[in-house]
């Protein structure tokens, strides 16, 4: 079956702006996770949704970050008044629980 | 919270040898410990995890390894190959999140 998927594969924006990215996880998994990849490091974790809950946002790195999953599906990743220091690659994740998660193929964020 | 050190950075064998991947972790609570494989401009694909209930875990030319005791796992990789070549990560956690190690990057040379 289809794997989870991201969109915008890219993206480059002005500092200051606003972003969505957007990721679609494998079709019934519960577990939803966003990670933050810089060059060079391992992903960091941002946020993980069990179901339409955000069970742990404790990776967020400030309030300009905020993700929703609405329905329990989809999930969006909302970066407000963006900074040259988010630029990264943003990595979402899903799984059935405690377990393998699978990745999807990220999203590089440019902040100009 | 979870710390995951991961040695070396940067390995470079040639084709056949072995390569041995090491990383420590912090949270004794941790349960749960998964490597996985980053090719250049790809995702992260899982290749083996263990869990800390055995001391471990093979599957063909991959091995994991646990001591719990001393807090350390490793990832041993037997006649290495060229495509074994890329960035692996190690992973610690408990629950469901886990907290990755910084990566090492294989070369491995024909």
């Known amino acids: 079956g289809a794997g989870v998927s991201q969109t915008p594969s890219n993206k480059v924006t002005e500092k200051g702006k606003y972003v969505e990215l957007r990721c679609d996880p494998i079709?019934?998994?519960?577990?939803l996770y966003w990670y933050r990849q810089s060059l060079g490091q391992g992903p960091e974790f941002l946020i993980y949704f069990q179901g339409t809950g955000a069970a742990d946002d404790s990776g967020l790195p400030n309030d300009r970050f905020f993700a929703v999953r609405p329905e329990g599906s989809v999930s969006t990743l909302k970066i407000q008044r963006t900074e040259r220091g988010d630029s990264a690659v943003y990595l979402c994740?899903?799984?059935?629980?405690?377990?393998?998660?699978?990745f999807g193929p990220g999203t590089r964020l440019t902040v100009l | 919270g979870e710390n995951v050190e991961q040695h070396p950075s940067t390995l470079s064998v040639q084709e056949g040898d072995s390569a041995v991947i090491k990383c420590t972790y912090s949270?004794?609570?941790?349960?749960?410990f998964p490597w996985y494989k980053q090719e250049l401009g790809k995702r992260p694909q899982l290749i083996i995890d263990?869990?800390?209930?055995?001391g471990e875990k093979k599957d063909q030319r991959i091995a994991v390894t646990l001591n719990k005791t001393a807090k350390h796992f490793s990832l041993h990789i037997t006649e290495t190959q060229p495509e074994d070549s890329a960035v692996y990560f190690c992973?610690?956690?408990?629950?469901?999140?886990?907290?990755f190690g910084r990566g090492t990057s294989l070369i491995v040379h024909p």
């Open positions: 263990i869990r800390s209930n055995v």
């Open positions: 079709s019934g998994h519960t577990a």
């Open positions: 994740a899903s799984s059935t629980g405690q377990g393998e998660q699978f």
């Open positions: 992973a610690a956690g408990g629950s469901y999140i886990p907290t």
């Open positions: 949270d004794s609570a941790s349960n749960y």
